[in-house]
């Protein structure tokens, strides 16, 4: 680090980090424990705000996955697996309300069972919604 008085020796004590303010998971979605009811083989827009726009590469490599869990229980069934992007772009940035979405095309599979998303985001935090598919 460089201030007016010098710059600091570079050590693993002189390294800091930098999390979004992610706020939650926007409407139509809650964030977990809370439990999404959708339909299977439908987009499901995943909406959530960073503090601004930072750009197209704010998803950390290997996310967003999906995985299978006991809708009782929480409890893993399956490891987790990459999700798909509806449309055109897996995700855009809207200026006016300054959030961004990840259009997240559901499996027609998920039918009958309960499903955890999870966006890492490439400053290392994971966020989580629970969903129960019809």
Known sequence: MTTPAGTSAASVAGRYTYAYPFS???PPVADSPAVNRMHAGRAV???FALGGDFGPNVIARD???AQHVDCTTG???D???PTTAAGDGA???DLAD???TYAWKTDRAYAGTCQVFTLGLDD???HTALFQFS
């Open 124 to 126: 290392g935090t994971l």
């Open 45 to 47: 827009p995943m909406k």
């Open 79 to 81: 490891p987790p697996v």
């Open 91 to 93: 995700l855009s940035y």
């Open 75 to 77: 409890a893993p069934l």
């Open 63 to 65: 996310y967003p996955v």
């Open 24 to 26: 939650g998971f926007r």
């Open 98 to 100: 300054g959030g961004y």
